[in-house]
């Protein structure tokens, strides 16, 4: 390890330096300023003359005369069980003021991409309480599902619920003891206020023993929110396939993660893709979202849940656009759904989760399961349609088929929806709600459900009822 | 990948500089393309550009780590796919590594860097029946003999274009039938060329034809919107784009699965692992509807994820398409899905800004254009050089950022492809899939597949669809008045427009990609669904004429069943709509 003092050039987070000795492409180096703090960074750069590095920790401070030292590695996650229970900063450095971490093995925070031929296929069905999410956009082990929300929008406690609720039933009926997952918070230029939220959930929940936080917090350096989201990855995959957790990792903010990759590239000059965003951002973010999912003949899970708030509400904007295109489906919060006071404020029609066809059904959740959650997707958008129509008309002008809809696209936000964030609904009670609305359609709308269910379990009197109404 | 046996490993040059998937060299001897090994792992990278003594390289694996003053090797060779039996149930990177033996050789479910592996198996023999005799005279191209590949394809094993000119014979002097490696010489012929099994050909090159012909067959895909309005031929090119959540992966999965092709070369280009894993846990599990055998048998996958190589995503559809010309070669009707080839360009722009090219629209390569017409031109139907015809059809999913279909890669796909099935988010929202709409949708192959479907399926076939269109347009007209003023100020005659349409779209042309049944509609069956919605049409006019009121005529008991003929078994549809359309007529006379 040789020592350099030939800084040429420092612009933003990015510091040049002459080498005389070949470096690898991401390799860590640590800088040491005049007053002798050591900052760290990674080779984004290197020829046979001079490397660019890029700092995590920001660049103030360091001069022409500060030295540099290669450590000859590429960046490396110290990893053991006992992590469970900790509070790392996002450097992964310990900040709960608790014992040093007396690491197992080192992991390369870059993962390597799993081999699609040795994954496992998705299919065990997850349930989070929340009807919107289990009956309409069903999560399960090893997907990768986003919270796609906006400013000012309630998404940290939607998180923090699904946190606090995730099992899985079939395992609890199976093996007695309902499995909880492991949860690895990656927090990436969140304020102190939402940190301590997460926190004083966690703390009181008690679910902090089963957990690792990263913090890296809004005033922390900008360019440490590219690696926080690899060590927490990093930590889910050494717990999921070296001691089989089944891990949810939850990230929030991905928005602020990719502001830290635009201002890398506008430092370096690079030519920028849409809104100014890098044109690798898709390859960038496909190398985090991917590294979620099952491994055959392995006990363990990585479950992701990567929250980001788009600006003013644009879903074309294209931090949700790439990562919509990545990730398997996303589930929605809405600002006009939150200021009617619907709680959780989920948009359950924009939303969609893309494995949710092999998590549901017989054996995994009930048989009829896929036909309510597109019946009542269908008669929701039916009746949201008429609510234009009615601003215009009234409601005397519609037809009664009209109005049926748009009293069932009322009472699906008021009562399948808006469950509060404190209640945990099983499966069947989701879907028992979802035939209770189902039953105000008359019988021969309900088109997508098979026969059998339909018999089973629409209530055919309750739509009398509505009709005499 | 391939494994060239015969090149000579030429002068090594230098590492200078290493900036993610991008090298450059110093002093390396190389031509353009030429495939290289990069560094002390050897990691595995094309020429991309020469530039004084500097070559600049791509890099096909990861390159954390490499550093200047690595070593560079070249091998001489573009790159290039071994064609062979092995190919069929197969799953590849994108450069032609099996991924199984990957996992075997790497030991780990995680891909690894630095190792290779033949893309076929050079163990393995197979059993050669020859179909020439010594003393016949072959030309290139021709067969000399099969081996069975799988329980549905026949393996062609046909004299390599390299080993005669064109226009060139040759007779056969030996051929022996027997069980062979695929290197192994099965024919020999009097030029003193053997014929292997096995065949080298560089991906970014497609392979000879005499002629490229006009299809007019089409490709049916079991999918009613799309054979009902807006066919492919076989032969034929079409786009899907659509903005995420809109079913293009679903779309292409079903044609995968359904079109009547011989064989099927998927790409999951830059896409989700977990589908790619879905497609591996399916596909053998899932009888072809043609022949019954498992659809892994018919299929070659190629998958590179979007979290593994950016360089490896960009040779991905060249290595896919010089499967399927292989293929094509025997006389076979390939079909290929490229999912998606938005990835692609990306991968392209992600290159050449590496290469701090001067960037076309917004951020692409300014031969964006040229690459992708150079990609779909390799589709077509051809009369091969050895007499047969064979087709490759080209469906490329294009994922416009935002849903805009004025992006670059949309619209440069547009103007080369001849079908357009336009997905559709509002379609998506409320659950209605395949979400393709039906008013942007286009197919230029309807006329010249016109006569086939009426020769095949039915005479009136053009009539029942055109119907099918009007009354879809004239619906798209009404629902504007009807979102002003509601459907009740309409006049009767409109009322029943809009119920018509309504069966139409949710009977004929929404269609469960989740059944068993209704996942897979013969084009019959197409046909009589659309059938039994226009003799409702026809009866209820007259009905209406009568004077009867126009929510007597939707209330029929008989109706809503229009609605079950998808999930009606294939061999009971014909009996359902017969009865369904007696039913109809009769219950709409009793009113008048």
């Given at each position: 390890?040789?020592?350099?003092?030939?800084?040429?050039?420092?612009?933003?987070?990015?510091?040049?330096?002459?080498?005389?000795?070949?470096?690898?492409?991401?390799?860590?180096?640590?800088?040491?300023?005049?007053?002798?703090?050591?900052?760290?960074?990674?080779?984004?750069?290197?020829?046979?003359d001079?490397?660019?590095?890029?700092?995590?920790?920001?660049?103030?401070g360091?001069?022409?005369?500060?030295?540099v030292?290669?450590?000859?590695?590429?960046?490396?996650?110290?990893?053991?069980?006992?992590l469970?229970g900790?509070?790392?900063?996002?450097?992964?450095?310990?900040?709960?003021?608790?014992?040093?971490?007396?690491?197992?093995?080192?992991?390369?925070?870059?993962?390597?991409?799993?081999?699609?031929?040795?994954?496992?296929?998705?299919?065990?069905?997850?349930?989070?309480?929340?009807?919107?999410?289990?009956?309409?956009?069903?999560?399960?082990?090893?997907?990768?599902?986003?919270?796609?929300?906006?400013?000012?929008?309630?998404?940290?406690?939607?998180?923090?619920?699904?946190?606090?609720?995730?099992?899985?039933?079939?395992?609890?009926?199976?093996?007695?003891?309902?499995?909880?997952?492991?949860?690895?918070?990656?927090?990436?230029?969140?304020?102190?206020?939402?940190?301590?939220?997460?926190?004083?959930?966690?703390?009181?929940?008690?679910?902090?023993?089963?957990?690792?936080?990263?913090?890296?917090?809004?005033?922390?350096?900008?360019?440490?929110?590219?690696?926080?989201?690899?060590?927490?990855?990093?930590?889910?995959?050494?717990?999921?396939?070296?001691?089989?957790?089944?891990?949810?990792v939850?990230?929030?903010?991905?928005?602020?993660?990719?502001?830290?990759?635009?201002?890398?590239?506008?430092?370096?000059?690079?030519?920028?893709?849409?809104?100014?965003?890098?044109?690798?951002?898709?390859?960038?973010?496909?190398?985090?979202?991917?590294?979620a999912g099952?491994?055959?003949?392995?006990?363990?899970?990585?479950?992701?849940?990567?929250?980001?708030?788009?600006?003013?509400?644009?879903?074309?904007?294209?931090?949700?656009?790439?990562?919509?295109?990545i990730?398997?489906?996303?589930?929605?919060?809405?600002?006009?759904?939150?200021?009617?006071?619907?709680?959780?404020?989920?948009?359950?029609?924009?939303?969609?989760?893309?494995?949710?066809?092999d998590?549901?059904?017989?054996?995994?959740t009930?048989?009829?399961?896929?036909?309510?959650?597109?019946?009542?997707?269908?008669?929701?958008?039916?009746?949201?349609?008429?609510?234009?129509?009615?601003?215009?008309?009234?409601?005397?002008?519609?037809?009664?088929r009209?109005?049926?809809?748009?009293?069932?696209?009322?009472?699906?936000?008021?009562?399948?929806?808006?469950?509060?964030?404190?209640t945990?609904?099983?499966?069947?009670?989701?879907?028992?709600?979802?035939?209770?609305?189902?039953?105000?359609?008359?019988?021969?709308?309900?088109?997508?459900?098979?026969?059998?269910?339909?018999?089973?379990?629409?209530?055919?009197?309750?739509?009398?009822?509505?009709?005499?109404? | 990948?391939?494994?060239?046996?015969?090149?000579?490993?030429?002068?090594?040059?230098?590492?200078?500089?290493?900036?993610?998937?991008?090298?450059?060299?110093?002093?390396?001897?190389?031509?353009?393309?030429?495939?290289?090994?990069?560094?002390?792992?050897?990691?595995?990278?094309?020429?991309?550009?020469?530039?004084?003594?500097?070559?600049?390289?791509?890099?096909?694996?990861?390159?954390?780590?490499?550093?200047?003053?690595?070593?560079?090797?070249?091998?001489?060779?573009?790159?290039?796919?071994?064609?062979?039996?092995?190919?069929?149930?197969?799953i590849?990177?994108?450069?032609?590594?099996?991924?199984?033996?990957?996992?075997?050789?790497?030991?780990?479910?995680?891909?690894?860097?630095?190792?290779?592996?033949?893309?076929?198996?050079?163990?393995?023999?197979?059993?050669?029946?020859?179909?020439?005799?010594?003393?016949?005279?072959?030309?290139?191209?021709?067969?000399?003999?099969?081996?069975?590949?799988?329980?549905?394809?026949?393996?062609?094993?046909?004299?390599?274009?390299?080993?005669?000119?064109?226009?060139?014979?040759?007779?056969?002097?030996?051929?022996?039938?027997?069980?062979?490696?695929?290197?192994?010489?099965?024919?020999?012929?009097?030029?003193?060329?053997?014929?292997?099994m096995?065949?080298?050909?560089?991906?970014?090159?497609?392979?000879?034809?005499?002629?490229?012909?006009?299809?007019?067959?089409?490709?049916?895909?079991?999918?009613?919107?799309?054979?009902?309005?807006?066919?492919?031929?076989?032969?034929?090119?079409?786009?899907?784009?659509?903005?995420?959540?809109?079913?293009?992966?679903?779309?292409?999965?079903?044609?995968?699965?359904?079109?009547?092709?011989?064989?099927?070369?998927?790409?999951?280009?830059?896409?989700?692992?977990?589908?790619?894993?879905?497609?591996?846990?399916?596909?053998?599990?899932?009888?072809?509807?043609?022949?019954?055998?498992?659809?892994?048998?018919?299929?070659?996958?190629?998958?590179?994820?979007?979290?593994?190589?950016?360089?490896?995503?960009?040779?991905?559809?060249?290595?896919?398409?010089?499967?399927?010309?292989?293929?094509?070669?025997?006389?076979?009707?390939?079909?290929?899905?490229?999912?998606?080839?938005?990835?692609?360009?990306?991968?392209?722009?992600?290159i050449?800004?590496?290469?701090?090219?001067?960037?076309?629209?917004?951020?692409?390569?300014?031969?964006?254009a040229?690459?992708?017409?150079?990609?779909?031109?390799?589709?077509?139907?051809?009369?091969?050089?050895?007499?047969?015809?064979?087709?490759?059809?080209?469906?490329?999913?294009v994922?416009?950022?935002?849903?805009?279909?004025?992006?670059?890669?949309?619209?440069?796909?547009?103007?080369?492809?001849?079908?357009f099935?336009?997905?559709?988010?509002?379609?998506?929202?409320?659950?209605?899939?395949?979400?393709?709409?039906?008013?942007?949708?286009?197919?230029?192959?309807?006329?010249?597949?016109?006569?086939?479907?009426?020769?095949?399926?039915?005479?009136?076939?053009?009539?029942?669809?055109?119907?099918?269109?009007?009354?879809?347009?004239?619906?798209?007209?009404?629902?504007?008045?009807?979102?002003?003023?509601?459907?009740?100020?309409?006049?009767?005659?409109?009322?029943?427009?809009?119920?018509?349409?309504?069966?139409?779209?949710?009977?004929?042309?929404?269609?469960?990609?989740?059944?068993?049944?209704?996942?897979?509609?013969?084009?019959?069956?197409?046909?009589?669904?659309?059938?039994?919605?226009?003799?409702?049409?026809?009866?209820?006019?007259?009905?209406?004429?009568?004077?009867?009121?126009?929510?007597?005529i939707?209330?029929?008991e008989?109706?809503?069943?229009?609605?079950r003929?998808?999930?009606?078994?294939?061999?009971?549809?014909?009996?359902?709509?017969?009865?369904?359309?007696?039913?109809?007529?009769?219950q709409?006379?009793?009113?008048?």
């Open positions: 390890m040789k020592e350099y003092q030939t800084i040429t050039e420092i612009s933003g987070p990015l510091v040049f330096v002459e080498a005389d000795e070949p470096i690898g492409y991401d390799e860590i180096v640590e800088i040491e300023t005049g007053d002798g703090t050591i900052r760290r960074g990674q080779v984004l750069d290197t020829t046979s001079h490397v660019a590095i890029q700092v995590f920790e920001g660049t103030t360091i001069d022409r005369d500060s030295s030292t290669f450590l000859g590695e590429t960046m490396k996650m110290p990893v053991t069980e006992d469970l900790r509070v790392l900063d996002g450097s992964g450095n310990p900040i709960d003021g608790g014992p040093d971490i007396v690491p197992d093995e080192r992991r390369d925070i870059v993962g390597e991409a799993i081999n699609p031929y040795s994954r496992e296929y998705p299919e065990e069905f997850i349930q989070t309480g929340v009807s919107a999410i289990d009956g309409m956009n069903t999560l399960v082990r090893g997907q990768k599902l986003p919270i796609f929300s906006a400013s000012g929008l309630p998404h940290n406690d939607l998180a923090l619920q699904i946190a606090r609720q995730a099992t899985v039933p079939e395992e609890e009926t199976a093996g007695g003891e309902a499995s909880e997952f492991a949860v690895i918070f990656g927090a990436m230029g969140i304020t102190a206020e939402e940190a301590n939220e997460f926190m004083d959930d966690f703390e009181r929940t008690g679910a902090l023993e089963r957990s690792v936080v990263f913090m890296n917090l809004a005033d922390d350096p900008a360019v440490e929110r590219t690696i926080t989201p690899r060590l927490a990855l990093t930590t889910a995959e050494y717990l999921a396939f070296e001691h089989g957790y089944h891990t949810l939850i990230l929030t903010d991905m928005t602020n993660y990719c502001e830290a990759l635009r201002e890398i590239g506008a430092a370096r000059e690079e030519v920028p893709g849409r809104r100014g965003y890098p044109g690798y951002m898709y390859t960038d973010l496909a190398s985090i979202y991917e590294r099952r491994i055959k003949g392995q006990e363990g899970s990585i479950t992701q849940m990567p929250i980001l708030t788009m600006p003013s509400e644009d879903i074309t904007h294209p931090i949700p656009d790439l990562t919509g295109y990730t398997e489906g996303q589930i929605l919060i809405d600002s006009g759904l939150n200021s009617q006071g619907v709680v959780p404020p989920v948009n359950v029609s924009p939303s969609l989760s893309r494995l949710m066809d998590g549901i059904g017989e054996g995994l009930r048989g009829d399961h896929g036909g309510v959650s597109d019946q009542l997707f269908y008669a929701y958008a039916e009746g949201k349609d008429k609510r234009d129509l009615v601003n215009i008309v009234g409601r005397e002008a519609l037809s009664e009209d109005n049926r809809f748009l009293d069932f696209a009322d009472r699906f936000e008021e009562e399948f929806v808006d469950q509060g964030s404190n945990n609904r099983s499966i069947e009670e989701t879907l028992s709600i979802g035939w209770d609305l189902l039953s105000m359609l008359p019988r021969e709308e309900l088109n997508r459900v098979d026969e059998e269910y339909i018999d089973e379990y629409y209530q055919g009197e309750a739509a009398e009822e509505v009709a005499a109404d | 990948m391939s494994q060239a046996t015969d090149t000579t490993v030429r002068e090594d040059g230098v590492i200078e500089s290493v900036s993610g998937p991008v090298v450059q060299a110093r002093d390396l001897d190389a031509k353009m393309n030429d495939v290289v090994y990069v560094g002390e792992e050897g990691l595995m990278g094309e020429v991309i550009e020469i530039e004084g003594n500097i070559t600049t390289i791509q890099v096909y694996e990861e390159t954390s780590g490499v550093a200047p003053g690595e070593p560079v090797e070249g091998t001489g060779a573009p790159l290039s796919v071994d064609l062979g039996p092995g190919m069929l149930d197969s590849y990177d994108g450069v032609q590594r099996p991924l199984d033996v990957l996992e075997e050789k790497m030991g780990s479910a995680f891909l690894d860097r630095g190792v290779d592996a033949p893309g076929i198996d050079l163990e393995r023999t197979w059993e050669f029946t020859p179909e020439v005799g010594a003393g016949d005279e072959v030309g290139r191209g021709d067969v000399v003999g099969s081996v069975p590949e799988t329980a549905s394809i026949d393996h062609k094993v046909m004299v390599p274009p390299g080993a005669l000119e064109e226009g060139e014979t040759a007779e056969v002097v030996e051929v022996e039938s027997g069980n062979f490696a695929v290197d192994e010489t099965v024919a020999e012929l009097d030029n003193g060329a053997e014929v292997t096995r065949q080298e050909w560089p991906v970014r090159e497609a392979r000879p034809t005499v002629d490229k012909q006009t299809p007019t067959e089409p490709l049916t895909s079991g999918q009613r919107i799309l054979d009902g309005l807006f066919p492919l031929a076989k032969g034929g090119t079409a786009a899907i784009p659509g903005p995420f959540g809109s079913g293009k992966t679903v779309t292409q999965q079903s044609l995968a699965k359904f079109a009547d092709a011989d064989i099927v070369v998927y790409i999951g280009c830059g896409e989700r692992g977990n589908e790619m894993t879905e497609v591996i846990d399916d596909f053998p599990e899932l009888p072809d509807p043609q022949t019954g055998n498992p659809l892994m048998d018919r299929t070659c996958l190629i998958a590179n994820t979007s979290n593994m190589p950016v360089a490896a995503r960009e040779s991905c559809v060249y290595t896919g398409i010089t499967i399927a010309e292989f293929y094509r070669d025997m006389g076979y009707d390939v079909a290929l899905m490229a999912d998606s080839t938005s990835r692609w360009a990306e991968a392209m722009r992600e050449s800004s590496r290469l701090e090219e001067m960037p076309g629209e917004e951020g692409y390569p300014a031969y964006l040229a690459r992708l017409s150079e990609f779909y031109e390799r589709a077509g139907y051809f009369e091969n050089v050895n007499g047969s015809e064979g087709s490759i059809s080209v469906i490329g999913a994922s416009p950022p935002g849903g805009d279909f004025s992006e670059p890669v949309t619209q440069n796909t547009l103007r080369i492809v001849k079908t099935w336009a997905l559709d988010s509002d379609l998506a929202d409320r659950r209605h899939f395949p979400a393709i709409n039906w008013n942007d949708s286009y197919s230029l192959y309807r006329d010249q597949l016109d006569p086939w479907f009426t020769d095949n399926v039915a005479d009136d076939w053009t009539d029942q669809r055109q119907w099918a269109i009007d009354t879809l347009d004239e619906d798209d007209e009404l629902q504007e008045i009807v979102q002003l003023v509601g459907k009740d100020s309409l006049p009767e005659d409109q009322q029943l427009t809009l119920e018509v349409a309504r069966y139409i779209k949710e009977a004929w042309l929404q269609q469960n990609a989740l059944h068993e049944v209704d996942r897979y509609c013969p084009p019959e069956k197409t046909y009589r669904i659309l059938g039994a919605i226009k003799t409702f049409d026809d009866e209820a006019s007259d009905a209406l004429d009568a004077g009867v009121p126009v929510d007597e939707t209330d029929i008989a109706l809503p069943r229009l609605n003929i998808g999930t009606t078994p294939d061999d009971e549809a014909d009996e359902f709509v017969d009865e369904l359309e007696e039913d109809i007529t009769e709409l006379r009793t009113l008048y």
